[in-house]
DNA sequence: AACAAAACTGGAACGTGTTCCCAATTATGC
DNA sequence: GCATAATTGGGAACACGTTCCAGTTTTGTT
């Protein structure tokens, strides 16, 4: 239950493929941090990566993908870091609140960007099966090694931690979305998250 | 904190428009009953309700908030429905439990049309905030109404039970998501639930 | 009954995701 | 180095959500 091993720094294609393949993914973060969702247009995002657009569909089949593509980028990178620090906090729940509020930071600096990544998610079918589970062990893996103290030596992560960490990330999906949409605040998130946490992690 | 009161049967329009807006939502249930929410297509709502697109366009402004309008109506049912019997169970839990279930065998017989709803409920935006908070008040009524054991006079219901119940929602909304869109099967959705509310609601 | 306002119809038109086609370019095997 | 296959570029074309408009019907008021 490590983090997950799948083809972020590309194994496949030539030097010129991974160029193109990275141009694409830069686009997307552009264009997504302007403008969010509805700015990540296919023509726009292949202008702007100078691929043609049969390219761009060729590298990713639609825009779901592209963008589901990018958030597993991002949470492998966030995981990957998480995963070379200490997490403060004495308790498995203090920790676990910790590290979702650092992510909550991070995203409330790129709203639009993470409104773009999270919608995309959310309205990804079974075709897009392979990148969303690359998200959710990264999510998962996360949350997990919140729960143990940060040690990598700290004990075993059993099967009940996963499928409390898979609780907790559920809520926190589901708060993410409804920040996302305008639904509610960072603050109300946050408060909810607090809530959800000590519920399912009680001290 | 009672079932919500929205303009579900309707205060407004002449009969001739109620009757309109009953055809609209009827087909759209036909067609995403057949198809999904690929097969909702605005156009052939229209003429399977006998409107012109102008008109359907009227009503609702967009393919989302028509979809979530629907998604509301039915929860309202549903949660009418539930408010009218005892939940059995012993515990909070159980029942709760037995009302998740008794909901998903409601949405698995129905699949194409669950996941045209839930598509849309996951893709609303801030504009769509009044349909939504129809759907979210009675996903909450319908859970706090099982913790109190379906006795209306068993205890006031408190914020703390609010709170509780809005994290069970969000967990069953992302596992509805995962089920919706293939990423899970029933049966691994109905052990997650099981094992969050377990968590949740420790008896 | 006559008129004004609002709602409805039918259809054209636009934007963006997606598909398709073919010529030009690049990579691969001999 | 050359023949062949695969990839890419450029762009037209299609599908569906959405907007808009001119004309007609319905509704409401006096």
Avoid: C
């Amino acid at each position: 239950m490590t983090i997950a091993n799948s083809s972020t720094s590309d194994d496949l294609g030539s030097a010129a493929q991974r160029e193109r393949r990275k141009r694409i993914l830069d686009a997307t973060y552009e264009l997504a941090r302007s403008g969010g969702f509805d700015a990540v247009q296919m023509r726009a995002v292949a202008e702007q990566a100078d691929v043609a657009l049969g390219t761009l569909y060729r590298y990713f089949p639609s825009k779901i993908h592209l963008l589901v593509s990018a958030l597993g980028r991002q949470f492998e990178d966030a995981a990957g870091r998480m995963h070379e620090k200490e997490i403060p906090g004495d308790t498995p729940g203090d920790r676990v609140l910790w590290v979702l509020k650092w992510m909550a930071r991070g995203m409330q600096g790129d709203p639009k960007l993470t409104e773009a990544l999270t919608r995309a998610f959310m309205f990804a079918d079974s075709s897009v099966a392979a990148e969303i589970h690359v998200v959710g062990m990264a999510m998962t893996s996360i949350v997990t090694h919140a729960m143990h103290g940060g040690t990598p030596e700290d004990g075993e992560i059993t099967d009940e931690d996963v499928a409390i960490a898979r609780v907790i990330g559920d809520v926190w999906l589901s708060a993410l979305v409804a920040w996302v949409t305008g639904r509610s605040t960072a603050a109300e998130t946050a408060a909810h998250m607090e809530k959800a946490v000590h519920l399912i992690l009680r001290d």
